[in-house]
């Protein structure tokens, strides 16, 4: 049995906005909150993969130096890419103190892009159809290494800790769980937190088929819940 823990990145050290491909770090204070508890927990991991963007990577350094534990960097794990979007503070985009010289046409492409982001592509970003491509192949990689890594090592229980986005841990959600990810209220309608972390376990079968199971346990857990969980 393999257990794969996702945890989203803590929030980040700037104005709200959709951070894709910004390359923004995460408040200090916030990952080491996320390193302590870690470090308090009874949990240990085998390896922690990360995403490479900084608000990912650097937490997942400390807590891979905590831990004792080799550290991959995988960019099949990075956020979505929201183009020409990214990376600008709302409040510049609506409101009275609104500055951006796009303001209205991209609040208003932002509006469609969060009522139907399957048919809504942001000017030079990435689609969802493109996103959920990326992700769903850095996943099934994953399982796969996992897989065969299991068959050297005689099906030797391991632990992985993947910190990753938001959006990517909803696009391995939808994959693992077979679940529409163009639907708009998989995006608005489920709570993934700032450093919160889920679950998966993948079984694998006795002849380390590609084909073993794999099962969600839990879904957007808070770090004080954490503690001593299995």
Not at 84 to 112: C, R, T
Not at 195 to 218: P, Q
């Amino acid at each position: 049995m393999i257990e794969i823990t996702l945890l989203r990145h803590a929030k980040v050290a700037g104005p709200a906005a959709l951070y894709g491909k910004t390359n923004i770090e995460a408040q200090i204070i916030e990952n080491q909150k996320i390193v302590n508890s870690f470090s308090n927990s009874e949990q240990a991991f085998d390896l922690v993969v990360s995403s490479p963007l900084q608000r990912c990577y650097l937490v997942a350094q400390q807590l891979s130096t905590e831990l004792n534990v080799q550290l991959v960097c995988n960019e099949y794990f990075e956020e979505m890419n929201f183009g020409l979007i990214d990376g600008i503070p709302f409040e510049q985009l609506v409101g009275d103190n609104a500055s951006h010289v796009n303001a209205e046409k991209y609040w208003s492409l932002l509006e469609m892009f969060w009522q139907n982001p399957a048919q809504t592509t942001l000017p030079l970003a990435e689609s969802l159809a493109e996103f959920n491509q990326r992700v769903t192949k850095g996943w099934q990689l994953l399982i796969k290494q996992l897989i065969a890594q299991s068959a050297k090592e005689d099906n030797c229980g391991k632990k992985i800790l993947l910190v990753c986005h938001g959006g990517v841990i909803r696009m391995i959600l939808a994959h693992v769980l077979a679940l529409d990810w163009q639907n708009a209220n998989w995006y608005q309608g489920l709570s993934i937190d700032y450093a919160s972390t889920s679950k998966i376990t993948l079984t694998v079968l006795a002849n380390h088929d590609e084909k073993s199971s794999l099962r969600v346990n839990y879904i957007g857990l808070p770090l004080s819940s954490m503690t001593g969980k299995d």
